[in-house]
């Protein structure tokens, strides 16, 4: 993206989840980040010394990645790589980045949005992913188990884009802390959308991150309610941007949807996103979640059927 920055608010962080659900903070897009806060990845104060500098290319990567000692450095290549397979897993304390330092010169192509998929998946302490981008996976790029022990990753200057889902997700277990995300670009090309259920950072229980000098775009959902082509009319869509003639979309159904809502329609003549609630008798337990996560009223009005405890009012935004 060219030229000055709009003024966009972005999403919030929380002590139970951390959700970038769209705005742009903006960032240099070339390798070399233009920014003064967006050194080389080698220079940048968060750059991680390892024991072992380890080659790869597109023919060996997944091997040497999957099996890394604590302490290697991944070096890829320039190029293309193909990942044939759900993700690569990353189970020992290592740096995964382009050898160049060029984010655009090394490429994670996933198999598209038709073959479920989640890029590295982590389940380490004190992972980097470095200098290189990611994109046409089904679920997520990046994908962080607080559950099996992933704590303190890094994101540095990547490129995430066109992943039908959450671009950087984190599952929660006890909290995933001390994360950072940095001098990235995150969003979608234009028809890369496919569905609701979309995010950029999306890091439940996420304590003490780092979220800074990133350029996030175009995360907006389609206004189909899916999580890219499935539980459709389970997602409420953030409304839609304004049109060039000025004029807004018209809001979907809420009875298609079985959301409720009383502000709902001028939620959405206004521009802002929706966060409503499920009706507490019709709803399923996905759409509850999902509702929570969004912001939903009050616990006092919403009656928890799933076996969830309810989120303080504290955490309650609009």
């Known amino acids: 993206m060219d030229g000055a920055c709009p003024r966009v608010p972005w999403g919030g962080m929380r002590r139970l989840t951390l959700g970038i659900a769209m ?31 380890v080659p790869a ?14 302490g290697d450095e991944i070096l890829l290549a320039d190029g293309v790589y193909n990942l044939n397979q759900y993700a690569v897993q990353i189970t020992k304390q290592i740096t995964v980045r382009g050898a160049s330092g060029n984010r655009a010169a090394v490429r994670v192509q996933g198999q598209g949005y038709g073959v479920g998929g989640e890029g590295f998946m982590i389940h380490a302490q004190n992972v980097t992913i470095a200098d290189l981008t990611m994109t046409a996976i089904r679920n997520h790029a990046i994908s962080i188990k607080g559950e099996s022990g992933a704590e303190a990753p890094h994101v540095y200057n990547v490129h995430l884009y066109d992943i039908g889902t959450q671009h950087i997700k984190g599952t929660p277990g006890d909290g995933v802390g001390n994360g ?54 389970t997602y409420l869509s953030g409304g839609g ?21 009383p502000s709902w ?24 979640r999902a509702a929570r996560a969004r912001g939903g009223p009050s616990p006092a009005t919403w009656a928890f059927t799933c076996g969830e405890v309810a989120a303080p009012p504290s955490t309650t935004t609009r």
């Open 241 to 261: 941007p304004r049109s060039s003639s000025g004029t807004t979309p018209a809001a979907p159904s809420s009875s298609a949807t079985g959301w409720s809502n």
């Open 265 to 288: 329609a001028s939620r959405w003549a206004t521009g802002l996103p929706t966060r409503a609630a499920p009706s507490g008798t019709t709803s399923s337990c996905d759409r509850r």
């Open 57 to 70: 290319n597109p023919s060996n990567w997944i091997g040497l990645i999957e099996g890394a000692l604590d």
């Open 180 to 233: 950072v995300v940095a001098c990235s670009r995150i969003g979608y090309t234009t028809g890369g959308v496919k569905g609701d259920y979309i995010n950029a950072i999306d890091i439940h229980r996420g304590i003490g991150w780092i979220v800074r000098d990133n350029e996030i775009y175009n995360i907006w959902g389609d206004g189909t309610g899916c999580e890219v082509d499935v539980a459709c009319g």
């Open 23 to 53: 705005g742009w903070i903006c960032a240099a897009e070339a390798a070399g980040q233009a920014s003064p806060f967006c050194p080389a990845y080698t220079a940048s104060p968060i750059y991680r010394p390892r024991l072992r500098q």
